[in-house]
């Protein structure tokens, strides 16, 4: 099966169909969040540094860099907010601009081998993103939709799909550095939407062979209790062939969810994340006997469950 591996200086990171959905923390990112924006453009960047710890903290394998920022100096301020997450945390980072000259000031000073955050089917697009993953030996996000637009036909995105992994193969890109966004729709808008998804999630898996990911949010836009419908979205299209997603880790039925779908795909071997996230704490005072008396019992009720 198609592995894509990132690696900071410190930690890889396998995105794949038989390893841990890998999230993505989405958080240091000022669209919409007009404090960050303003802290991030005046050079102040403690809430990107906050931010950054508190999504690993809470079980972000990677983290998505981005500071699209209008009017300012944005390859300055990406490069500085990437030198300063890898001084932070150790986990890999996803590099995200729509602005080329952004995109190669953070692989510059990028130290490993990053995720970068986009390329679409476009051709222009295309000639500018490409020769700099490849020239920087990087990852991509390839986005499905291209001049036309993006289309709700899922057939369409998949061909976008495929071509961007055609072209990415004449730069020397090979099939694992390529992990495709099929774009996910609005339920509330596109009553079909997760049909859709899965469908395409399936084709991308068995046809294309290539690992996915998305906006996970995107699905439940402008409806009622987004977390309770994000919760059930998230482990059926990991189901499906879905291998990372670019969320908000902060969000504990997401993680729920997805640590959850995980142990049922066989990829938690021996339930180990899961334990290690929810095994509640042995009681304050008991000794290493308390402890193996535990253990013991544990063992018993699960043999007679």
């Given amino acids: 099966m198609t592995e ?11 995105i794949g169909f038989e390893h841990r959905f890998v999230m993505i923390g989405e958080r240091i990112n000022p669209t919409g969040r007009k404090l960050l924006a303003a802290e991030m453009a005046a050079g102040d960047y403690s809430r990107v540094i906050a931010d950054a710890v508190a999504q690993v903290e809470a079980g972000a394998q990677m983290l998505d860099v981005n500071a699209g920022i209008p009017l300012v100096d944005e390859p300055k301020i990406l490069a500085e907010c990437v030198k300063l997450v890898q001084d932070v945390v150790p986990v890999p980072l996803s590099i995200d601009s729509s602005i080329v000259a952004a995109l190669e000031a953070g692989l510059a000073v990028y130290k490993g081998k990053p995720l970068v955050n986009s390329v679409t089917g476009e051709e222009e697009r295309l000639e500018q993103v490409l020769p700099l993953v490849k020239k920087y030996n990087a990852a991509v996000v390839a986005i499905s939709n291209d001049e036309t637009g993006i289309s709700e036909d899922p057939d369409v995105r998949y061909a976008v799909a495929k071509k961007i992994v055609e072209r990415a193969a004449d730069y020397g890109i090979p099939r694992e550095d390529i992990v495709v966004d099929p774009l996910v729709m609005p339920v509330g808008a596109i009553n079909d939407a997760g049909r859709q998804l899965i469908r395409l999630l399936r084709r991308l898996r068995e046809e294309l062979k290539v690992n996915t990911t998305c906006g996970a949010s995107n699905f439940s836009f402008g409806l009622p209790n987004r977390r309770g419908l994000n919760a059930a979205f998230l482990p059926m299209m990991i189901g499906a062939g879905m291998t990372s ?18 142990v049922v795909m066989g990829n938690d071997p021996n339930c180990g994340a899961w334990i290690r996230k929810f095994r509640e704490p042995a009681p304050e005072g008991a000794g290493e006997g308390a402890g193996r008396r535990g253990g013991r019992e544990n063992r018993r009720r699960r043999e007679q469950a």
């Fill in 4 to 14: 894509t591996v990132l690696t900071s200086e410190k930690r890889k990171v396998v």
């Fill in 245 to 262: 997603a670019i969320m908000n880790p902060l969000h504990n039925e997401d993680i729920q969810a997805i640590l959850g779908a995980d």
